[in-house]
């Protein structure tokens, strides 16, 4: 009989969950000190609303069924942000600015191999109702602040501006078929292809050059700057780099910009972004822990035309990260096991019953087997203390155990005075 689980997820074990945990609830003090109020999601929609906030790079990997009642096809969760602009557009009343937090999973297919799982653990922020670009250096700020209160130093946030490609768009007049094949030589850091692609566009060798090098812009602010000054007869551009500026002013107030660098050839997997847009890396960690950005128009594709901005970021690579690196918080572990050996076991239950009373976890051993056998199933499944009861025959007097040899004898009732 086949018991096992499918090839894209997996089960976490008691310590696991217990590091995720610890990781969830450092980024949610954070979150809250921000003034973010948490929010809950259902983990399926219908994919016709679903669908609506991202586009075909996460619709073709989306899990669809049917709902057996109405015949609707239905999707696991593919993307929380389109889920909350899909949740704000139908409250009646909109009050802004609004700050949300989310943690939960999604759901997205991916060719199943080694770790990359169909259900990834996220968990983020988003603030909708400003259209300012203090919003944008605020959702970095809480971001960075919530990876130093994960004791993660040496992190680096890649800035860009997606206006950047829709302004190469419509100055080079590319349709939609030849826009795709631009931004995926783009995404590949295709110099060459893109050297090819332009040659026989008729635009100022200006622009040629810029665009040919877009895949190697990156620095920091004088790459920005630099960019300004190169590009000053093109009003548009001059605009997004400008906008990448002024965030980077308000990240400097915050005490952060030395953490920023800027990387144009960078562009984001969802098609909803419209402005500032950026990605969160370790620098001694090949993947990506995060990512975030402005999507002005997207609650219009359900209701109401609202400016938003957010991130997200990728719980499980935080996760490694932290422990390769041996970050990770050590467990807490359960504080008392209780193993009566008298026949009536009044005394397991008292004890039990003040030891919780004053906000200690307790187990209680139900088994019977072999004093040995408890006390070691106590400590493999990470209990502080073994509290045994009727070693010597008496209840007056108990042994608590913080190792298979190290114990000491104390009186019940002063030990619970104590304690």
């Known amino acids: ?54 586009g075909e790079e996460i619709e073709n990997r989306a899990f669809k069924f049917i709902d057996r009642n109405s015949g609707e096809i239905l999707t696991l969760r593919a993307d929380f942000t389109s889920q909350i602009a ?90 939609r078929e030849s826009f795709i094949t631009f931004m995926d030589y783009v995404r590949k850091r295709e110099v060459y292809s893109i050297e090819r692609f332009i040659s026989d566009f008729d635009v100022e060798d200006r622009l040629k050059e810029f665009v040919v090098r877009i895949p190697e812009i990156q620095g920091d602010i004088t790459v920005i700057q630099n960019l300004k000054e190169e590009l000053k007869d093109f009003p548009e551009l001059i605009k997004s780099l400008e906008s990448i500026e002024k965030v980077y002013n308000i990240l400097s107030d915050y005490g952060i ?54 991130f997200a970021f990728d719980l499980l690579n935080i996760w490694e990260y932290m422990k390769l690196s041996g970050r990770i ?47 070691e199933f106590a400590f493999e499944e990470g209990y502080s203390k073994a509290i045994v009861i009727g070693l010597d025959s008496t209840e007056k007097d108990i042994y608590i155990y913080s190792s298979m040899d190290s114990f000491e004898k104390l009186n019940l009732e002063e030990f619970l005075r104590k304690i």
């Open 86 to 175: 899909r949740y704000f557009a139908s409250l009646k009343k909109k009050t802004v600015p609004k700050r949300y937090y989310y943690s939960g999973d999604i759901f997205r297919y991916v060719i199943p191999k080694a770790d990359r799982l169909w259900e990834r653990k996220q968990m983020g922020v988003e603030l909708i109702g400003v259209k300012e670009l203090e919003a944008d250096a605020e959702v970095i700020a809480v971001a960075v602040q919530s990876l130093e209160n994960l004791g993660i130093k040496n992190y680096q946030i890649d800035i860009n501006n997606v206006k950047i490609f829709d302004t190469v768009k419509d100055l080079l007049g590319l349709d």
């Open 257 to 310: 910009s030395d953490r920023v660098i800027f990387d144009i050839g960078e562009p984001k997997e969802f098609s909803y972004y419209t402005g500032i847009v950026f990605e969160i890396f370790i620098r001694d960690y090949s993947r990506p822990i995060g990512q975030g950005g402005r999507y002005d128009s997207l609650i219009s594709k359900y209701d109401g035309n609202i400016p938003a901005t957010g």
């Open 329 to 375: 918080h050590e467990i807490k572990k359960k504080d008392f096991f209780i193993i009566d050996l008298t026949r009536e076991k009044r005394s397991a239950y008292r004890i039990g019953k003040i030891l919780r009373e004053k906000g200690y976890s307790v187990g209680r051993d139900i088994v019977k087997r072999e004093f040995k056998k408890s006390l």
């Open 1 to 54: 009989m086949n018991i096992d689980i499918p090839a894209g997820v997996r089960v976490y074990n008691r310590i696991e969950t217990s590091q995720i945990k610890y990781i969830q609830d450092r980024i949610s003090e954070i979150f809250e000190r921000w003034g973010y109020e948490e929010i809950t999601l259902p983990s399926f929609e219908f994919f016709s609303v679903h669908s609506r906030g991202f």
